[in-house]
């Protein structure tokens, strides 16, 4: 069982390229987000999605887009990139909710992404 | 600042002792889960806490969650040096599952 799978694991960019990162999942997980973890930080949202063809914007979306055509892949890309956008990028899908509460959040190994 | 602050960043303890590492939000939580972070790594899930008092255990790791739902704390009993890692406390607060994290609390184990 693979779980959440990314591509690349690590990438050096030069500023203005773009890029797209891979996530997929094989759980049949309605929920995905893309989280970034900069140096000594925890992790912030970018964009989640509860469902395929339904994205939203989480906490720091600038720079980034998202789409969600299957509900196993929920690619992240980034149109032109800065050396703001240098950081670990985590993809992570969960059940969803329910009347029971909450599903933990199962991640992927992460992308370490270098703008330069 | 971080809506959820985690204390200490960082903690070194010898084999064998004890430690806790604590996680605060000044708003109540809809749900708090507990993650640990291998250098260079994922995240992996270890806990995850909904009720006011709630208190979880397994293997050597407790996590709980006090009654007013905005601190909670993981205590690690015995440690060992496969205990050696980044813990991050995650937060909901409302449903959805928009999880919130910490800044995180490096430990090492000293053999």
Known sequence: ?116 | SQELEQSPQSLIVQEGKNLTINCTSSKTLYGLYWYKQKYGEGLIFLMMLQKGGEEKSHEKITAKLDEKKQQSSLHITASQPSHAGIYLCGADRAAGNKLTFGGGTRVLVKP
């Open chain 1, 1 to 116: 069982n693979a779980g959440v799978t990314q591509t690349p694991k690590f990438r050096i960019l030069k500023i203005g390229q773009s890029m797209t990162l891979q996530c997929t999942q094989d759980m049949n997980h309605n929920y995905m987000y893309w989280y970034r973890q900069d140096p000594g930080m925890g992790l912030k949202l970018i964009y989640y999605s509860v469902g395929a063809g339904i994205t939203d914007k989480g906490e720091v979306p600038n720079g980034y887009n998202v789409s969600r055509s299957t509900t196993e892949d929920f690619p992240l890309r980034l149109e032109l990139a800065a050396p703001s956008q240098t950081s670990v990028y985590f993809c992570a899908s969960s059940y969803g909710t329910g009347l029971a509460g909450q599903y933990e959040q199962y991640f992927g190994p992460g992308t370490r992404l270098t703008v330069t």
